[in-house]
């Protein structure tokens, strides 16, 4: 593939935080290191290489930032100090911007106060919704104790609110794939039968779920795998509740503890809190190569989800134990944090991560398993 | 009216000086009665027209220079002063580096250095002072390749020699060395007729097993304590027969071994060790211990040879000149956690890889396995298996933010060398080098690195980043960067190419000597361009590794170079 040399990527990755890159002498110490280095589909120092040398193409079609967990490793051992891992981390930032066709994901990485603005806006509508609409303050408890939450904010209205809302977060990061799939597989020409396609289809759930690749990285007493792991189903199994079975997790009775909903609700609520809680006081404490430099986004991340775990850790608390106002205003509180974190973080922010990793090792098996049989076919027909 | 013109700014001349110009600058415009002053950039260098306009119209008679390299500008303000018709020879030149004043802490004095050159106050910093009495005696401290040279060539100018060495032979690494790049010449050949004559010269008194405990006193006439350690043997009455070690219950790691194997506690670091004598280690010696041993005094056929309740003891000497010539220690590997040295027996060191390749060597030449003796110490020894691939990494230590910041200079051509030598002795051997880029850039060098690629080893461009045991054989990861594909490789041996560092104890000697050290803790010449081996200490040069990482060539030419100084300061002046 010819390619120009674009001489303002450099300005432009910069503008994403990227840090001077110059410092790379192109030795494969983090190539080598890096125990989930694949050909072609993780390579950090030609990353490095891409960036340097200003080939946009294809550092557009290269999937290997999404394949890096950032353990760190390259970054502890590079003997440069050319901190390969926050480049792969900066470079997340320039594809998700990429892939996104409306823009707004580059205008909110490289604009703080378009982002503020942009959660700060969708926030006050939240409220001023909840204004206008005037839903009644029921002050009498049920039966149990309980306050009254359905009577207040109704199961219809707010399901409602929550289908269309993953409607359109939904029809948002499809489309960013889909730009993904354009620049990954279809413009550099990669050829794929359609058959891999459905062989290789299964990998995209399994990772999901599992995040296997992640755990070669937990070497030397890093325990990032079950934090993350932690963190992401218990942020799952919570959207999938709010979203999908409203009607048994909103309710108004009291459920002993032991049964499901409570169970669900509770390992979601520890998993995100105890992920978070490790982020943050890493973060703070730069512990780790991983948390050395922390972008804007990559803090609003952390907070918001802190913020939002919190609010409904409160709600759950005021709700049992019967005090209708603290009740109301929490959860008008809770959904005015929601709201913004899932339409602004997922399509357009670092939240994105979450369907374009699974995507991009479903991608790289694509190109693999095509790559496999194609030199099986000639191994077949050369024998023959 | 006296001008000053700065030759540099901000903090100096980077990795050489961190004196802050400007705020020289700003205090030298407030000196009362002085004309324009001026930083470099400020003038119109090179148009003499415009030049002498700004000289004609401010009236200048004299003109001072200051800075790191004043020089350079002399030649061009002079000839502008003789346009004008001002007297030429009143360009005078302040070098505050060739006074010492590399940093701020020398601020003050490079003030006054200022001072003095306006007042026309001399303040020439003379090397050898020649109001002084010289003493015509030469002390060389260290005793490898560059201070045997220099010391040879000051005794043959019929000059008196000490040379001290810490260790209790002279040699240092090159004595370990079986052959040397890019000739392949044999070490030793060369090394040991050297050797024996500074054993034997007239005008050379050896002080080994030494070290210095103190110096006092101004260039021309220094007054140096030496701590001599116990040696426990009589120097002058061991004939070296050996009986004492066979019989010697006790044990250690051999150092002249790169600890490659173990040594009694009574020994001779090598045959041709010079002097030829044995000499007690005190930290194994069973008798220093406990008071309970003393089989060596009963077999020795010398009487009164060995006295095992020596004391160390100090002699004083004085000397009018030193020549330093610590050299270096290798990198210590075990620094670096993914190479596994020191977890894993095979993963050996370059020096240790020297020492297997060496005839007079644990192993008497042949590679082989490190494995367990009797007593569970890790040995190389001749019974043991040969490795049937070996890779080498380079860059270990060195070229690496991590740890040394440098390029040690000497491990590209030396890794070469020891591929070659692999091969010779395992010629069915598997050998492949991991670089990241090939430093071959003497005479000879790269012709050498030519014929090394054709001696079927694979010389692989990449660093290797992890070294992990598997099974009984080790597998190395790299990328190899001209395919960009990652390599996992299973090889018997790995071979660490480690870098080179200052000596132990070269800090407290750069104290004692008033030396200036670099950031990398090697010791800084007058000008390390023009002027490498002296130092700012007036009658104190350098030679060798301990001034900057180099082979054996450019050591001993260092060490030529400080002995014609030592000598040329000694013939300058009235001698005592
Ligand atoms: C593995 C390896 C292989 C090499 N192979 C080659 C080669 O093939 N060809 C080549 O040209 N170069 C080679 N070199 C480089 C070569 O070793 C050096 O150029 C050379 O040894 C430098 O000599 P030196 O006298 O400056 O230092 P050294 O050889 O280090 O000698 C310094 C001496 O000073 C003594 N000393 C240190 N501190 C004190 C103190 N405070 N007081 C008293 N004495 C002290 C030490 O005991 C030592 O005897 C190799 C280097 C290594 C590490
Ligand atoms: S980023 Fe660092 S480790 Fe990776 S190739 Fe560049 S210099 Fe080497
Ligand atoms: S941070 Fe870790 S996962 Fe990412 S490229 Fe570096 S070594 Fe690989
Ligand atoms: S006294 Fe010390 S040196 Fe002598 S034989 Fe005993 S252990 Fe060896
Ligand atoms: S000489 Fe070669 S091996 Fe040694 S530090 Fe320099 S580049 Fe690395």
């Given at each position: 593939?010819?390619?120009?040399?674009?001489?303002?990527?450099?300005?432009?990755?910069?503008?994403?935080?990227?840090?001077?890159?110059?410092?790379?002498?192109?030795?494969g110490n983090?190539?080598a290191i890096?125990q989930?280095?694949?050909?072609?589909?993780?390579?950090?120092?030609?990353?490095?290489?891409?960036?340097?040398?200003?080939?946009?193409?294809?550092?557009?079609?290269?999937?290997?930032?999404?394949?890096?967990?950032?353990?760190?490793?390259?970054?502890?051992t590079?003997?440069?100090?050319?901190?390969?891992?926050?480049?792969?981390?900066?470079?997340?930032?320039?594809?998700?911007?990429?892939?996104?066709?409306?823009?707004?994901?580059?205008?909110?990485?490289?604009?703080?106060?378009?982002?503020?603005?942009?959660?700060?806006?969708?926030?006050?509508?939240?409220?001023?919704?909840?204004?206008?609409?005037?839903?009644?303050?029921?002050?009498?408890?049920?039966?149990?104790?309980?306050?009254?939450?359905?009577?207040?904010?109704?199961?219809?209205?707010?399901?409602?609110?929550?289908?269309?809302?993953?409607?359109?977060?939904?029809?948002?990061?499809?489309?960013?794939?889909?730009?993904?799939?354009?620049?990954?597989?279809?413009?550099?020409?990669?050829?794929?039968?359609?058959?891999?396609?459905?062989?290789?289809?299964?990998?995209?759930?399994?990772?999901?779920?599992?995040?296997?690749?992640?755990?070669?990285?937990?070497t030397k007493?890093?325990?990032?795998?079950?934090?993350?792991?932690?963190?992401?189903?218990?942020?799952?199994?919570?959207?999938?509740?709010?979203?999908?079975?409203?009607?048994?997790?909103?309710?108004?009775?009291?459920?002993?503890?032991?049964?499901?909903?409570?169970?669900?609700?509770?390992?979601?609520?520890?998993?995100?809190?105890?992920?978070?809680?490790?982020?943050?006081?890493?973060?703070?404490?730069?512990?780790?190569?991983?948390?050395?430099?922390?972008?804007?986004?990559?803090?609003?991340?952390?907070?918001?989800?802190?913020?939002?775990?919190?609010?409904?850790?409160?709600?759950?608390?005021?709700?049992?134990?019967?005090?209708?106002?603290?009740?109301?205003?929490?959860?008008?509180?809770?959904?005015?944090?929601?709201?913004?974190?899932?339409?602004?973080?997922?399509?357009?922010?670092?939240?994105?991560?979450?369907?374009?990793?699974?995507?991009?090792?479903?991608?790289?098996?694509?190109?693999?398993?095509?790559?496999?049989?194609?030199?099986?076919?000639?191994?077949?027909?050369?024998?023959? | 009216?006296?001008?000053?013109?700065?030759?540099?700014?901000?903090?100096?001349?980077?990795?050489?000086?961190?004196?802050?110009?400007?705020?020289?600058?700003?205090?030298?415009?407030?000196?009362?009665?002085?004309?324009?002053?001026?930083?470099?950039?400020?003038?119109?260098?090179?148009?003499?027209?415009?030049?002498?306009?700004?000289?004609?119209?401010?009236?200048?008679?004299?003109?001072?220079?200051?800075?790191?390299?004043?020089?350079?500008?002399?030649?061009?303000?002079?000839?502008?002063?003789?346009?004008?018709?001002?007297?030429?020879?009143?360009?005078?030149?302040?070098?505050?580096?060739?006074?010492?004043?590399?940093?701020?802490?020398?601020?003050?004095?490079?003030?006054?250095?200022?001072?003095?050159?306006?007042?026309?106050?001399?303040?020439?910093?003379?090397?050898?002072?020649?109001?002084?009495?010289?003493?015509?005696?030469?002390?060389?401290?260290?005793?490898?390749?560059?201070?045997?040279?220099?010391?040879?060539?000051?005794?043959?100018?019929?000059?008196?020699?000490?040379?001290?060495?810490?260790s209790?032979t002279?040699g240092g690494h090159m004595a370990m060395f079986d052959k040397t790049f890019p000739t392949l010449d044999c070490a030793a050949c060369?090394l040991t007729?050297?050797?024996?004559?500074?054993?034997?010269?007239?005008?050379?008194?050896?002080?080994?097993?030494?070290?210095?405990?103190?110096?006092?006193?101004?260039?021309?006439?220094?007054?140096?304590?030496?701590?001599?350690?116990?040696?426990?043997?009589?120097?002058?009455?061991?004939?070296?027969?050996g009986?004492?070690s066979e019989k010697c219950p006790g044990k250690a790691s051999s150092d002249f071994d790169a600890g490659t194997t173990q040594r009694k506690s009574i020994y001779i670091p090598f045959p041709q060790a010079?002097?030829?004598?044995?000499?007690?280690d005190?930290n194994s010696?069973?008798?220093?211990?406990?008071?309970?041993?003393?089989?060596?005094?009963?077999?020795?056929?010398?009487?009164?040879?060995?006295?095992?309740?020596?004391?160390?003891?100090?002699?004083?000497?004085?000397?009018?000149?030193?020549?330093?010539?610590?050299?270096f220690k290798t990198f210590d590997a075990k620094r670096i956690d993914q190479f596994g040295y020191g977890k894993y027996p095979n993963v050996i060191t370059s020096l240790e890889l020297e020492r297997l390749v060496n005839a007079a060597g644990p192993t008497g030449g042949f590679i082989k396995f490190r494995t367990q003796n009797k007593k569970k110490n890790w040995i190389f020894s001749p019974e043991s298996d040969e490795p049937k691939s070996i890779a080498i990494v380079h860059c270990v230590g060195s070229?690496?933010?991590?740890y040394?910041?440098?390029?040690s200079?000497v491990c590209c051509m030396y890794s070469l060398k020891l591929a070659h030598l692999i091969k010779e002795k395992l010629p069915e051997a598997e050998v492949s080098e991991y670089y990241i880029?090939m430093?071959?850039?003497?005479?000879?060098?790269?012709?050498f690195y030519?014929r090394i690629k054709n001696e079927n080893i694979h010389i692989i461009r990449g660093r290797t980043a992890q070294v992990d045991q598997n099974g009984s054989g080790l597998i190395i990861r790299t990328e190899d960067?001209?395919k960009?594909l990652l390599i996992e490789q299973k090889v018997d041996m790995v071979v660490l190419s480690v870098g080179i560092?200052?000596?132990?104890?070269?800090?407290?000697?750069?104290?004692?000597?008033?030396?200036?050290?670099?950031?990398?803790?090697?010791?800084?010449?007058?000008?390390?361009?023009?002027?490498?081996?002296?130092?700012?200490?007036?009658?104190?040069?350098?030679?060798?590794?301990?001034?900057?990482?180099?082979?054996?060539?450019?050591?001993?030419?260092?060490?030529?170079?400080?002995?014609?100084?030592?000598?040329?300061?000694?013939?300058?002046?009235?001698?005592?």
């Open positions: 593939m010819i390619q120009r040399v674009n001489p303002n990527l450099k300005k432009d990755l910069l503008k994403l935080g990227v840090k001077d890159w110059n410092e790379c002498f192109h030795c983090c190539t890096c989930l280095t694949e050909e072609d589909s993780l390579n950090p120092r030609k990353v490095f290489r891409q960036a340097q040398l200003g080939l946009k193409t294809s550092l557009q079609a290269n999937i290997s930032p999404w394949m890096c967990y950032y353990c760190g490793e390259c970054s502890d590079c003997p440069r100090d050319a901190n390969p891992g926050e480049l792969m981390m900066s470079l997340r930032r320039y594809l998700t911007s990429i892939y996104d066709w409306t823009g707004l994901s580059r205008l909110f990485y490289t604009n703080k106060f378009m982002e503020f603005a942009a959660i700060l806006g969708l926030a006050t509508i939240v409220i001023l919704l909840f204004a206008i609409w005037g839903p009644p303050l029921d002050p009498t408890l049920t039966s149990e104790g309980g306050v009254k939450i359905n009577s207040f904010a109704p199961i219809k209205w707010i399901e409602l609110g929550d289908w269309s809302m993953a409607v359109v977060v939904a029809a948002l990061l499809i489309s960013n794939i889909l730009n993904m799939f354009y620049k990954v597989i279809i413009k550099p020409g990669v050829k794929i039968p359609l058959s891999v396609y459905a062989t290789e289809l299964w990998k995209l759930p399994a990772h999901f779920a599992t995040q296997a690749k992640f755990r070669k990285c937990d007493g890093k325990y990032y795998w079950g934090a993350h792991w932690m963190m992401m189903t218990g942020y799952t199994i919570m959207f999938i509740l709010i979203v999908v079975f409203l009607p048994e997790f909103q309710v108004e009775e009291i459920y002993d503890w032991w049964h499901w909903q409570r169970l669900l609700g509770y390992y979601s609520t520890f998993g995100l809190l105890f992920g978070l809680i490790y982020v943050i006081i890493g973060r703070i404490k730069q512990n780790n190569q991983i948390f050395k430099f922390s972008h804007l986004s990559d803090w609003l991340f952390v907070i918001m989800l802190f913020m939002t775990t919190v609010s409904g850790i409160m709600l759950h608390l005021f709700r049992i134990n019967g005090m209708p106002y603290a009740t109301y205003y929490t959860y008008i509180a809770h959904i005015a944090i929601l709201i913004p974190m899932i339409c602004i973080e997922v399509p357009f922010s670092k939240w994105s991560h979450l369907a374009y990793r699974p995507f991009a090792i479903y991608f790289a098996s694509l190109k693999k398993a095509a790559s496999e049989k194609q030199y099986k076919t000639g191994l077949a027909a050369e024998i023959a | 009216m006296t001008s000053i013109v700065f030759t540099e700014n901000g903090n100096g001349n980077g990795s050489l000086s961190s004196l802050n110009y400007d705020n020289l600058l700003t205090y030298a415009k407030g000196i009362a009665g002085i004309g324009p002053v001026w930083d470099k950039t400020e003038l119109p260098i090179y148009d003499s027209g415009a030049m002498t306009h700004i000289l004609k119209e401010s009236k200048i008679k004299k003109i001072i220079i200051a800075g790191d390299e004043p020089g350079m500008l002399k030649p061009f303000l002079s000839k502008a002063m003789s346009l004008v018709g001002e007297d030429p020879g009143k360009v005078i030149l302040v070098n505050f580096k060739e006074h010492g004043f590399f940093t701020n802490e020398s601020f003050e004095l490079a003030k006054t250095l200022l001072l003095f050159a306006i007042k026309d106050i001399p303040f020439e910093k003379v090397l050898v002072p020649e109001e002084h009495n010289v003493n015509k005696d030469t002390l060389v401290i260290g005793a490898g390749i560059a201070g045997i040279q220099a010391s040879l060539e000051i005794a043959d100018g019929q000059q008196k020699v000490f040379l001290v060495e810490k209790g002279i060369i007729p050297k050797m024996v004559e500074i054993g034997q010269h007239d005008n050379i008194e050896l002080l080994t097993y030494s070290e210095l405990k103190s110096v006092t006193g101004s260039p021309g006439n220094y007054k140096v304590i030496i701590h001599k350690k116990a040696r426990r043997v009589n120097l002058a009455t061991c004939i070296a027969c009986i004492c010079v002097p030829n004598k044995y000499m007690i005190e010696c069973i008798y220093v211990e406990n008071g309970k041993c003393g089989v060596c005094v009963k077999v020795c056929p010398v009487p009164d040879c060995i006295n095992l309740d020596e004391k160390d003891e100090d002699v004083e000497i004085n000397v009018g000149n030193i020549i330093v010539a610590t050299g070229r690496d933010e991590n040394n910041k440098y390029c200079k880029d430093r071959a850039f003497g005479k000879g060098y790269e012709e030519e960067i001209e960009g560092e200052p000596a132990e104890g070269a800090s407290s000697l750069a104290k004692m000597l008033n030396l200036h050290q670099d950031i990398n803790g090697w010791f800084s010449g007058k000008n390390y361009i023009s002027d490498p081996t002296s130092t700012i200490s007036g009658g104190i040069s350098i030679a060798g590794v301990c001034e900057s990482p180099k082979d054996i060539p450019d050591t001993v030419a260092q060490a030529s170079a400080a002995a014609s100084s030592v000598l040329q300061s000694i013939m300058k002046v009235k001698t005592t």
